[in-house]
């Protein structure tokens, strides 16, 4: 798992490999992985935004951009958290995603950016 904290935003990040929606002799291997938010700070802050940059190995990257996660800005207050699942299909067997969020700090009505922690994402035969 990796984690990072920043502005009193912590997040987390796990991965796992999909072999039941990858096709590994197309060079097509899904992962999913699992996102958790949680705000330590006093304010309640809302996600607006977020931007992916996903590395394949030796065939570039991809970028992703777009408002919130999952269809859903959401506003955590004092230590709430909140906990999403999604997915990445990579062209090669190695990858790497990083990238960032943006927030909303609704007392103060400022816009602040949060580093997602960079994870890797790796076909599990190779780990051997």
Not at 8 to 16: G, L, P, Q
Not at 39 to 53: A, F, G, P
């Amino acid at each position: 798992m990796e984690q990072k904290i920043e502005q009193k935003i912590i997040i987390s990040v796990s991965t796992w490999f999909r072999e039941d929606l990858s096709d590994v002799e197309n060079n097509n291997f899904f992962f999913n992985y699992k996102i958790n938010i949680q705000n330590t700070s006093n304010d309640r802050v809302q996600l607006t935004h977020r931007y992916w940059k996903i590395e394949h190995l030796t065939l570039g990257s991809s970028v992703v951009s777009g408002s919130g996660v999952i269809g859903e800005q959401p506003i955590l207050g004092k230590n709430e958290s909140f906990e999403y699942i999604s997915g990445c299909e990579l062209w090669n067997p190695y990858g790497r995603m990083s990238g960032f969020y943006t927030f909303l700090n609704i007392e103060t009505n400022e816009e602040f950016t949060i580093e997602i922690p960079s994870f890797k994402m790796v076909y599990p035969p190779l780990l051997n």
